[in-house]
């Protein structure tokens, strides 16, 4: 729902990301960046939140393939807390 109460209809898409990588820990944080054309609803938290799991060895890298082939949420890891995650920049192409 909304902040009116209204029902709120998401279409499943798809999207890409250009990359992702730049990956780096800092003395209290923990820098994961992403590139995309585009970003689904929590896309950023999930994969945050996956690579965090692998960083801590609680999921194995090798069924990355296969987490994202399945189309499956249950199958990957607890999406990232909000806190902490934050839009560093957008840009936008002439048209």
Do not use: W
Not at 14 to 35: A, L, N, P, W, Y
């Amino acid at each position: 729902s909304d902040a009116g109460g209204s029902q709120i209809q998401r279409q499943p898409t798809q999207s890409e990301t250009d990359s992702s990588g730049c990956f780096g820990i800092k003395e209290t944080e923990i820098v994961i960046r992403m590139k995309g054309d585009r970003f689904l609803y929590k896309m950023a938290r999930n994969l945050a939140g996956l690579l965090v799991e692998i960083g801590k060895g609680k999921i194995n890298s090798l069924k990355i393939p296969s987490i994202f082939e399945s189309r499956d949420r249950k199958k990957a890891a607890v999406t990232a807390p909000a806190h902490g995650l934050f839009l560093h920049r957008v840009i936008y192409s002439p048209t």
